[in-house]
């Protein structure tokens, strides 16, 4: 078996409404004119109310990695983490550059603990989001 996350069988589901948003603000390190995008979404305690848990505890210590489709490989890259909020909720900035191959991106739970990702969390083309 795998490793387990911090929660047992708390079934914690990275929502499907993350989506990409582009920013007009210009990118620190990039050059004039580049853009940001935002990974924006929400992750939901799936067992919570059922075993009697609290959301907020379950979200302690998780992450939300942005990875990407590197080229024509069937490869994710990690291109962003970002943290999650009390409520699952999470905004991750993204560099625009990374959004050009057009490969599609995913976002994924990670436990802070193995800094790997969650059981289950693995891309798909279900939970696959474009970008235009």
Known sequence: MGARWPLHDAALMLAVVA???????????????????VVVGAAKCGDCGRKNMDAEAAFKGLKV???????SSDEYESKAVGDLDGTGAFAVPLDAGVLRGGGGCVAQLH????NGPCPGQEPSRDNMYGYG
């Open 19 to 37: 989506v990409v948003t582009t920013a007009a603000a210009a990118a620190a390190a990039g050059s004039a004119g580049e853009t940001t995008a």
């Open 65 to 71: 990695a942005i990875k990407c489709k590197n080229g």
């Open 111 to 114: 436990s802070a603990a193995s």
